[in-house]
Every structure is written in C-alpha cells, then in structure tokens.
C-alpha cells in the first residue's frame, strides 16, 4: 500500500499514477531513484493538466520549469501548491545533476509534496474526490514485492558470447 495508491482508481491519471507508486516504493531502496520518479510523476501530471484543461496553454517551450512557471498555472494551483511543485523540481534537478547524495529526509519531504500536489490535481480533476491524508509511516512499510537480484556475471557471459557470434 502507497500514498498514492487511490491515483488508480480514475483510469484518466495512469500517466502519472503509477510513477508516483514507484517512486514511493523506492524511498528504502535508493532516495536518488525516488527522487529521480517524484520528479517525473510531478511533470507527467503537469503535462496532464495541459492536455485536460482548457485555460492551460501550452508555451513556448514544454520545460517542467516552463510549464509550472506560467501565469495560468500559477493561478490554479495556488502558491502552496506551486511551492511544492517548485521544490520537486529543484530537488530532482539537484539529484540528477549533481554527485550529492540525496538525504532520506529530503526525498520523504518531495513524497509528501507530490501527494499533496497529486492530491489537488484528483481534487480538481477527478470526477469523485475523497478527501485523504498523507501517512508518512507507509514509508516505514516493508516492501511487499522481494527485490530480485540480477545475475550480472551471467548477462555479461552472455552478451560477450553474442558479440564474439557477430
């Protein structure tokens, strides 16, 4: 169970649903990869929004920085929300761009703000909206699906057979 799990439930936000639901799982596993989806689940729903809402045009450029920096934008989603947005932004940048590693603290913050920012886009664009709260302790859950092992000696023998055959 995720955060983000009633996202599923409106066929219309699969584009960024399932993200949001990976990102979420790999907070125990790698913050940067965590990081890496909350980013992407955050300008996947924008993106969304754009493609849904008749008052959004689309700029000049489709940038996520471009996108959430429009007046329109600005004014759907209020400054707390565009706050939080912002932050997603600037943490994901900072986590694919730099070798800092990303503190688990910050990756809990940018999940919560994504909820909350994915919570607003169900609020507004669902067709039924339940209210709903983040639980910070899901994060605390173990993983329910086994992370799997890659055998990386055997794909390595394997792709220098093929490329001694070719």
Not at 130 to 158: N, Q, S
Request: net charge negative.
């Amino acid at each position: 169970m995720t955060n983000f799990d009633f996202l599923k439930k409106d066929e219309k936000f699969s584009s960024f649903a399932d993200i949001a639901i990976t990102a979420e799982k790999l907070y125990q596993v790698d913050t940067a990869s965590c990081i890496f989806n909350i980013r992407r689940a955050a300008e996947f729903a924008v993106k969304w929004m754009y493609s849904v809402d008749g008052s959004l045009v689309m700029p000049y450029q489709d940038t996520f920085v471009t996108l959430i920096n429009t007046v329109e934008f600005k004014d759907i989603v209020g400054n707390d929300i565009f706050r939080r947005i912002d932050f997603i932004r600037l943490v994901g940048n900072s986590s694919a761009h730099s070798t800092r590693n990303i503190k688990p603290e910050q990756a809990e913050l940018a999940l919560e703000n994504l909820f909350y920012f994915l919570d607003f886009v169900a609020y507004c664009y669902a067709d039924e909206y339940v209210e709903r709260a983040y639980d910070p302790g899901l994060l605390k859950e173990k993983p329910v699906e086994p992370i799997i092992p890659v055998d990386i000696e055997l794909k390595l023998e394997t792709l220098m057979k093929e490329n001694v055959f070719l």
